[in-house]
């Protein structure tokens, strides 16, 4: 018994030591990395293919085939081919690590690139297991969506996880300390239990109203509210306020001016007040008081209550004398959005002009025409830099702007002719605004009137700014792609966009 037992130990370990070396190897993807900025990819191994799209440094792409030095790659769920030399190609050995998102409401897409639908999100934490690659696009899985999302919003560390209980407590210490004021930006807000989205909702405030916060982590903001209680709001969700801001006495001569029709006129300083009245666009009112970010007005022999946000204040000299400004753009604040930027080239015309350069170059021709009429000017880019669109309407939603214009250059398809300008709208109330600058524009530079159009962009869809997405004409047509990348067409375009805006709010 003794001697079966021990040749059965023997025969244990030369088993185990056989599967110890036949172990199975690690997988491997042979991936092609990027060496250079704005690589071409085409449809075949060779420079006498159609180009169908750019690549960029760093990204990493799986090579599908090599031929005549030549690498096959998926980019965007589409193959094509890049030039090998211009690569540097790598065994990356398969991965299933452990990434977390470092934001709330990351969003899944069903492409590995902005235009891929929206399947799902991850919430700031959340665990996911990269399955695959292409550029810079992270193939994920959560629950029972998958889908690609941008690797710049993942990270192998759980920081929410790892979160030191000495600073939340430090701020628990000082829930006495008030440190400023925030007003609600939105038309109704969570309050929650935690800095996260996934913190119990406590209760729910509404738009315009003002509440202390004592604490800020995260991008959230602990507030009190209903008696000394607290609580977590959304910081991108909110707006700081001045504390001396409460109940200040207006100058004498100080009225307001609506900027739209329709607007509400009510009994108190908040939304959640009855509405006393409707007034339109150029109807002033005198200003008695304002409290907060409300201004109360002298209306029909009794009081009410106007945003401020809707309104432009005015003294009694420029109620007398309106058309002193008649053809300028004093006192107002126009945002320009140059579309694209970075690493997001737009269109591509057909000699290879970016729509990303044209787009900011006519920027800069525009905040000089619109300076010179009195407007103040704020732009989301000045350089050649990558912002996500969400980033855009929130500095604008953020802002003071009295209108805010995307600049774009449009492109078709190789055997579509398109030529001309088009402007887009996405509130019913701002499609007079692109009419007006549609108009403008044509006049001053001649080109074809593609018309005003209700477009369903991003950056006039979450806007909360008079917006409008001007397309200054098509690079995909040689002819009109030489006029636009001229100085005097860029001119005459920005001219056109200044007097649209001018006739717009005279």
Excluded: C
């Excluded at 969700?237 to 504390?243: A, C, G, I, K, W």
């Excluded at 666009?281 to 970010?293: A, H, Y």
Aim: net charge positive; aromatic share 10%.
């Amino acid at each position: 018994m003794e001697y079966f037992l021990k040749k059965g130990i023997i025969f244990f370990i030369f088993i185990l030591g056989v599967l110890t070396i036949f172990e199975t190897p690690p997988v491997y993807a042979v991936k092609a990395v990027i060496q250079v900025d704005h690589l071409n990819v085409r449809t075949g191994p060779g420079t006498n293919y159609d180009r169908i799209g750019k690549v960029h440094t760093g990204e990493t792409y799986t090579i599908l085939e090599e031929k005549d030095n030549w690498l096959k790659i998926n980019r965007s769920g589409k193959d094509g081919w890049v030039a090998k030399w211009l690569t540097k190609v790598k065994a990356e050995q398969a991965t299933n690590d452990r990434h977390y998102s470092k934001y709330d409401y990351l969003r899944i897409r069903s492409a590995p690139n902005l235009d891929g639908k929206i399947k799902g999100y991850l919430m700031k934490g959340d665990l996911v297991m990269p399955k695959k690659t292409d550029g810079k696009w992270v193939y994920v899985q959560k629950g029972n969506t998958s889908g690609w999302v941008h690797g710049d919003y993942l990270t192998k560390e759980n920081r929410e996880a790892h979160e030191p209980q000495k600073d939340e407590k430090a701020d628990e210490d000082q829930s006495s300390t008030v440190k400023g004021k925030v007003e609600v930006g939105t038309a109704v807000l969570n309050v929650r239990s935690e800095y996260s989205t996934r913190g119990r909702i406590l209760t729910k405030i509404r738009k315009g109203e003002t509440y202390a916060y004592i604490a800020k982590k995260d991008r959230w903001y602990q507030i009190k509210y209903s008696s000394g209680k607290t609580g977590w709001v959304a910081g991108w969700l909110v707006n700081e306020t001045d504390t001396d801001q409460t109940n200040t006495p207006a100058s004498k001569n100080t009225y307001v001016s609506l900027n739209y029709n329709g607007t509400n006129l009510r009994s108190g300083p908040s939304t959640n007040y009855k509405i006393v009245g409707r007034g339109h666009k150029g109807d002033r009112f005198e200003v008695l008081s304002k409290e907060g970010q409300w201004y109360k007005i002298s209306y029909d022999n009794k009081t009410a209550y106007v945003a401020g946000w809707i309104v432009e204040e005015v003294n009694k000299e420029s109620v007398a004398t309106p058309t002193a400004t008649s053809n300028s753009l004093k006192g107002k604040t126009i945002m320009i959005d140059a579309g694209h930027g970075g690493r997001d080239p737009g269109a591509v015309g057909r000699s290879g002009s970016y729509e990303k350069t044209l787009t900011l170059d006519t920027a800069f021709l525009l905040k000089s025409q619109l300076e010179s009429k009195g407007a103040k000017v704020l732009m989301t880019r000045t350089n050649d830099q990558y912002i996500s669109l969400s980033i855009r309407t929130f500095h604008s939603n953020r802002s003071n702007a009295d209108a805010f214009i995307s600049l774009h250059y449009n492109a078709a398809p190789m055997n579509v002719i398109a030529r001309g300008l088009n402007s887009y709208y996405y509130s019913s109330k701002d499609k007079a605004l692109a009419a007006s600058l549609q108009t403008s524009m044509v006049a001053h530079t001649g080109l074809r009137d593609r018309g005003t159009k209700k477009g369903n962009f991003h950056v006039i869809r979450e806007n909360n700014k008079p917006s409008a997405l001007l397309e200054l004409g098509f690079l995909s047509d040689a002819r009109e792609e030489q006029t636009v990348n001229t100085r005097s067409y860029q001119m005459k375009a920005s001219q056109g966009i200044t007097e649209g805006l001018i006739n717009h709010f005279n």
